[in-house]
């Protein structure tokens, strides 16, 4: 029978807080100005999954978190807090860790094809306005049912070109294709592939199994994202992060309530997956946070500012750690307390006033009882981690990421036949017909009866999908909720 886990120490006031494993899926916030201690607290928390056999992903924005694979015991504050905190003997130790990175520079690899981001988070990461997106949408619906595979952005930038030359082909079955939408994804294609992106586009794309291990002796795998880079390009962070949630809502089975998560997400700096985000993916946003708990995944939000998230997010965030925040001006103050309101009262603490005098690892915390009730907000101090503050020298990630398991499965670029090269092959064959036949069409190189160049093309393409990834429906439904939101076919 398994045994189930008992409550995980988190901080500590005038009595220990605990959170509950049963209660950690129903999501939690941590929240706090900068250098208030937001990032041990996201630390400790990993670590308290991982010890009871939680998988965890994370993005390591500073760079700062790569010391998790090893015993702490390094940091004079971390021996200070001990003491302080009455904890002795504190068993320093390391955690399992898979280094992951989208640039394949600091951890393994992690790519996505074009066809399962679908045009919604892909259009996000363009950069593109409603009329450009309902283009790109129109380009991947043409892909689809044509039997073409779009799984890097060359096949991405291939298919456009095709549809954008031959819109008067498509016209009657799929709208109006402008010239300049066109235009505008390709250049937008371009910018992704000069910050980079384009190395995440391909294949093998990253299997969710590979974020839900355990190693031998039973502890969670912390996956951590390497970020320090990503964050140059926001818009890439926060619509990969975002696509990761809405495959695990796609793919993972219904636990229900179970002792313990499958897995907790981490998503640092969170406002930057609102910024600007269209209502509908907004409101797509909120329905994947409350329904994929029910898949036992909890999400954890950390950001500086409670307001930095909308109040239907917010309000299904049960467990939260709020460090200080500033109130230097009127609208800080207004921010404060709004933060303060979001607490269940407790009439001996003076929360507002409290959350401008916390200290440095200190914390407003609240977490939710067996019966699913927030407590009632307790001033306290965060644990210390057990693992080692000290971020690993370049020699020592590069040993961990050698003895993973995953080792040289993503590292290894796969590139398949796809949209490209079916296009680049029937334009090639096209030129050479026309050659043969004496000229281009309209000038004696068109038999009479022959099919369109078009219909000719698309025709063969429908050929390629028998060795790929599945029929058309399947290519559809692996994109998730998020992929598919501006709509499509029924099938």
């Known amino acids: 029978?398994?045994?189930?886990?008992?409550?995980?120490?988190?901080?500590k006031g005038k009595k220990e807080i605990a959170l509950l494993p049963g209660m950690a899926n129903r999501h939690g916030l941590i929240a706090g100005a900068t250098g208030t201690g937001k990032t041990v607290t996201l630390r400790v928390l990993a670590e308290r999954f991982s010890a009871i056999g939680v998988p965890v992903f994370l993005a390591d924005v500073k760079g700062d978190l790569s010391g998790i694979p090893r015993a702490g015991g390094d940091n004079p504050k971390v021996v200070e807090r001990v003491a302080k905190l009455g904890l002795a003997p504190f068993a320093y130790e390391g955690y399992p860790v898979t280094f992951w990175d989208l640039f394949g520079e600091q951890g393994h690899p992690v790519r996505a094809t074009v066809s399962e981001m679908g045009p919604l988070l892909l259009g996000r990461i363009l950069n593109l306005n409603d009329i450009q997106g309902g283009v790109l949408t129109m380009i991947f619906r043409i892909a689809d049912d044509n039997g073409l595979l779009l799984l890097d952005l060359k096949d991405l930038r291939e298919m456009a070109r095709f549809v954008g030359e031959n819109a008067g082909q498509f016209r009657t079955e799929y709208g109006n294709v402008s010239a300049a939408s066109v235009g505008a994804i390709q250049r937008g294609l371009l910018t992704v592939e000069e910050q980079g992106g384009d190395r995440f586009f391909g294949e093998p794309a990253l299997d969710l199994q590979d974020l839900l291990q355990t190693d031998p002796a039973g502890k969670g795998m912390i996956n951590i994202l390497a970020a320090s880079r990503l964050m140059t390009?926001?818009?890439?962070?926060?619509?990969?992060l975002?696509?990761?949630?809405?495959?695990?809502?796609?793919?993972?089975?219904?636990?229900?309530?179970?002792?313990?998560?499958?897995?907790?997400?981490?998503?640092?700096?969170?406002?930057?997956?609102?910024?600007?985000?269209?209502?509908?993916?907004?409101q797509k946003i909120e329905q994947v946070v409350r329904l994929i708990r029910s898949k036992g995944v909890g999400v954890y939000f950390v950001t500086q500012n409670p307001l930095d998230l909308p109040e239907t997010v917010l309000g299904q965030l049960g467990n939260r750690v709020q460090h200080a925040l500033r109130a230097f001006t009127p609208g800080d103050q207004k921010a404060v307390k709004a933060a303060a309101d979001t607490f269940r009262e407790n009439p001996k603490l003076d929360v507002v006033k409290a959350i401008t005098e916390l200290g440095v690892g200190e914390a407003l915390v609240s977490v939710l009882d067996p019966m699913g009730t927030p407590t009632v907000v307790e001033r306290a101090f965060v644990l210390p981690p057990r693992s080692r503050l000290t971020p690993l020298s370049p020699e020592e990630r590069a040993q961990v990421v050698r003895e993973s398991v995953l080792h040289g499965h993503y590292e290894r670029v796969v590139d398949r036949e796809s949209a490209y090269e079916k296009l680049k092959e029937k334009a090639a064959q096209r030129g050479?017909?026309?050659?043969?036949?004496?000229?281009?069409?309209?000038?004696?190189?068109?038999?009479?009866?022959?099919?369109?160049?078009?219909?000719?093309?698309?025709?063969?393409?429908?050929?390629?999908?028998a060795h790929a990834i599945g029929s058309q429906l399947g290519r559809q439904i692996i994109r998730g909720v998020l992929g598919s939101i501006l709509g499509g076919r029924g099938r």
């Not at 390009?233 to 990969?240: D, G, K, Q, R, V």
């Not at 069409?441 to 000719?456: D, I, L």
């Open 1 to 11: 029978m398994r045994e189930t886990p008992g409550p995980l120490p988190i901080a």
């Open 233 to 240: 390009s926001p818009a890439l962070y926060a619509t990969f």
């Open 242 to 282: 975002l696509y990761l949630l809405s495959e695990l809502f796609e793919r993972l089975p219904e636990v229900g309530d179970p002792d313990k998560p499958s897995l907790v997400f981490f998503f640092d700096e969170a406002h930057l997956l609102f910024a600007d985000a269209p209502k509908p993916l907004e």
């Open 432 to 465: 050479a017909a026309e050659t043969a036949g004496g000229g281009a069409p309209g000038q004696g190189g068109q038999a009479e009866g022959k099919p369109s160049q078009t219909g000719v093309l698309l025709g063969a393409m429908v050929k390629s999908a």
